[in-house]
């Protein structure tokens, strides 16, 4: 239970279902560390940031993941593991919420926070 109090954002689900707002969050938080770095293609980062940067990733992503990839110990490849598993979420998310955009009424709902509630959620 401690381990979630000291996480920054919600972990990577097994499932993938918050993948593209986990990559946001990852990617931001790895900026403001000076860390981002080491997830792009030839870097130049060193020992050091590459194992704070690990920790970091390994530290937000679900316990069946992190036994899954134990034995990555590289940043940049746990995030090309993570990518290539979760990235066609994206064919699958976009047409889903571009669908319930144009579906969406304000007619259908009974109060404006549940309205608002739907609008954040498809617009996430």
């Known amino acids: 239970m401690a381990n979630i109090k000291n996480r920054k954002f919600i972990?990577?689900?097994i499932s993938g279902k918050?993948?593209?707002?986990?990559?946001?969050d990852v990617k931001l938080h790895l900026s403001a560390k000076?860390?981002?770095?080491?997830?792009d293609e030839d870097n130049?980062?060193?020992?050091?940031?590459?194992?704070?940067?690990?920790?970091?990733?390994?530290?937000?992503?679900?316990?069946?993941?992190?036994?899954?990839?134990?034995?990555v110990?590289?940043?940049l490849e746990l995030w090309q593991n993570l990518n290539n598993r979760f990235e066609h979420l994206k064919a699958v998310v976009l047409p889903?919420?571009?669908n319930d955009w144009t579906q969406l009424r304000f007619q259908d709902f009974k109060t404006v926070s549940e309205y608002n509630s739907t609008l954040f959620k498809i617009v996430s």
């Not at 000076?34 to 997830?39: A, D, F, G, H, S």
């Not at 980062?45 to 034995?71: G, M, Q, V, W």
């Open 11 to 13: 972990a990577l689900d």
């Open 18 to 24: 918050n993948y593209l707002s986990w990559v946001l």
């Open 96 to 98: 889903k919420a571009l």
């Open 44 to 71: 130049a980062a060193s020992n050091e940031e590459c194992a704070t940067a690990l920790i970091f990733l390994r530290h937000h992503i679900d316990d069946c993941l992190k036994y899954k990839y134990l034995t």
């Open 73 to 75: 110990k590289n940043p």
């Open 34 to 39: 000076k860390l981002r770095q080491t997830i």
